[in-house]
C-alpha cells in the first residue's frame, strides 16, 4: 500500500486547509483509515479515525467540532477538512492505513501498517 499525503501548508489562524491521502496498491475499501500528527518535540498522536465504509468516525477532543474525516472509496482517497485552525494545530501531519481493523477505528500507532510520508501544516497567530 503506498499513501500519498498533501494539502498542508501555512494558513492564519481561523483559516482552514484540506488534506488528502491518495491511496494505491490495495482495495481502498478493505484499508481502515487514520490521520496522526506530530510537532516539533513531541509524539506522534491520533487525530482522527474512519472505518472502511467511512461510516464510524472518531476524533480525539481537541479537534473535534473543528476537524471532519471522510473518505471517498470510488477514488481511493481519504481527506482530512480542517476549520478554525489554532497554533497548537502546527505539525506534520500523517495518513495511515491498516490491513486488518480490529475495530471500526483505531487509535494507535501501532495498530497500522503504513504511512504516508506526511504533510506540513503551519498555523501563524
Known amino acids: 500500500v503506498q499513501l500519498q499525503a498533501s494539502g498542508g501548508g501555512l494558513v492564519q489562524a481561523g483559516g482552514s486547509l484540506r488534506l488528502s491521502c491518495a491511496a494505491s496498491g490495495r482495495t481502498f475499501s478493505t484499508l481502515t483509515m487514520g490521520w496522526f500528527r506530530q510537532a516539533p518535540g513531541k509524539e506522534r498522536e491520533f487525530v482522527a479515525g474512519?472505518?472502511?465504509?467511512?461510516?464510524?468516525?472518531d476524533y480525539t477532543d481537541s479537534v473535534k467540532g473543528r476537524f471532519t474525516i471522510s473518505r471517498d472509496n470510488a477514488k481511493n482517497t481519504l481527506y482530512l477538512q480542517m476549520n478554525s485552525l489554532k497554533p497548537e494545530d502546527t505539525a506534520v501531519y500523517y495518513c495511515a492505513a491498516a490491513l486488518n481493523g480490529r475495530a471500526p477505528v483505531l487509535y494507535t500507532w501501532t495498530s497500522y501498517n503504513y504511512w504516508g510520508q506526511g504533510t506540513q501544516v503551519t498555523v501563524s497567530s
Open positions: 474512519i472505518n472502511k465504509s467511512g461510516v464510524r468516525k
